[in-house]
Nanobody, 123 residues
């Protein structure tokens, strides 16, 4: 069983930055790929970015490429999402998710989910 807890959300002006963290309670964090997804009101949950178990491979949605960076610290059982140049359309609840080994891009690829953290970008 993997428990995930996100933190770091909040209210920021357009052009600003936020860093989200996802702390995992699991003995073998380095066996899990981590993903970030987001869900805006009235919309489906969508893929943002993912990183494989070792951190050697990442993937990004086109909408965030060049602005967001995913990373992980396996010694701290934590994944991060650095969000720069934020836009109002980035406003959503952000969720981290975990799956064994290789990264995935779909909601159905992931077995474990956090409770989400709200990110609001004002114009």
């Amino acid at each position: 069983q993997v428990q995930l807890v996100e933190s770091g959300g909040g209210l920021v002006q357009a052009g600003g930055s936020l860093r989200l963290s996802c702390a995992a309670s699991v003995r073998t964090f380095s066996n899990y790929a981590m993903g970030w997804f987001r869900q805006a009101p009235g919309k489906e949950r969508e893929f943002v970015t993912a990183i494989n178990y070792s951190g050697s491979t990442t993937a990004y949605a086109d909408s965030v490429k060049g602005r967001f960076t995913i990373s992980r610290d396996n010694a701290k059982n934590t994944a991060y999402l650095q969000m720069n140049s934020l836009k109002p359309e980035d406003t959503a609840v952000y969720y981290c998710a975990a799956r064994r080994y290789g990264l995935g891009r779909s909601v159905s690829d992931y077995d474990y989910w956090g409770q989400g953290t709200q990110v609001t970008v004002s114009s």
